[in-house]
Antibody, heavy 125, light 109 residues
Framework: QVQLQESGPGLVKPSETLSLTCTVS????????WSWIRQPAGKGLEWIGR???????NYNPSLKSRVTMSVDTSKNQFSLKLSSVTAADTAVYYC???????????????????WGQGTTVTVSS | QSALTQPPSASGSPGQSVTISCTGT?????????VSWYQQHPGKAPKLMIY???KRPSGVPDRFSGSKSGNTASLTVSGLQAEDEADYYC?????????FGGGTKLTVL
């Protein structure tokens, strides 16, 4: 079955850029949407954004100015970059397969059915 | 502040039923039938329990059910079991945007 694994630095300095990669195994990355979600310690989930294998993206409006997502279908990977980080960006970051279809311009969301185990990113000098 | 409002806690005894609410607006929960629910045990990744308001993925027990009325979606857990103790999050797809509720900690007494 499809499995996801997040990877990247666990410590990022304030004002720098957080970079994470999610590797998809056990299946193809193609023809799906893929999302990033984060969760500060003891708090709830926050959707960061999603990317389709064509490279099309949707971002959370509250983070849009700092987020960039990309996809590398040859490596079965997709990535997240979050710029100008502060301590408020400290969280567990998850990647997930997002069962979204785009039907005549309408997004139909059927849930995030496969999740990575999560990776902790701390923003500190 | 989360876009969707959930009660911070809920509880019930083994065998009982408990319902968790998720309140949004006509622009998200009320406007689309794309509400999902996730279960998260401590230290684990969330697990999809309900999608499209009331549909269960394969492998999710039929003790879990979902519904929606107006701007409020609900998750009901029937026949509570000890392993149901977890955090539960609702999520709504509204156009190209997705938002989560603040989460509800379900305690099995």
């Amino acid at each position: 079955q499809v499995q996801l694994q997040e990877s990247g630095p666990g410590l990022v300095k304030p004002s720098e850029t957080l970079s994470l990669t999610c590797t998809v195994s056990g299946g193809s990355i193609s023809s799906y949407y893929w999302s990033w979600i984060r969760q500060p310690a003891g708090k709830g989930l926050e959707w960061i954004g999603r990317i389709y294998t064509s490279g099309s993206t949707n971002y959370n409006p509250s983070l849009k100015s700092r987020v960039t997502m990309s996809v590398d279908t040859s490596k079965n990977q997709f990535s997240l970059k979050l710029s100008s980080v502060t301590a408020a960006d400290t969280a567990v970051y998850y990647c997930a397969r997002d069962k979204v279809t785009l039907w005549f311009g309408e997004f139909k969301g059927y849930g995030m059915d496969v999740w990575g185990q999560g990776t902790t990113v701390t923003v500190s000098s | 502040q989360s876009a969707l409002t959930q009660p911070p806690s809920a509880s019930g005894s083994p065998g009982q039923s408990v319902t968790i609410s998720c309140t949004g607006t006509s622009s998200d929960v009320g406007g689309y039938n794309y509400v999902s629910w996730y279960q998260q045990h401590p230290g684990k990744a969330p697990k999809l329990m309900i999608y499209e308001v009331s549909k269960r993925p394969s492998g999710v027990p039929d003790r879990f059910s979902g519904s929606k009325s107006g701007n409020t979606a609900s998750l009901t857990v029937s026949g509570l079991q000890a392993e149901d103790e977890a955090d539960y999050y609702c999520s709504s797809y509204a156009g190209s945007n997705t938002s989560f509720g603040g989460g509800t900690k379900l305690t099995v007494l």
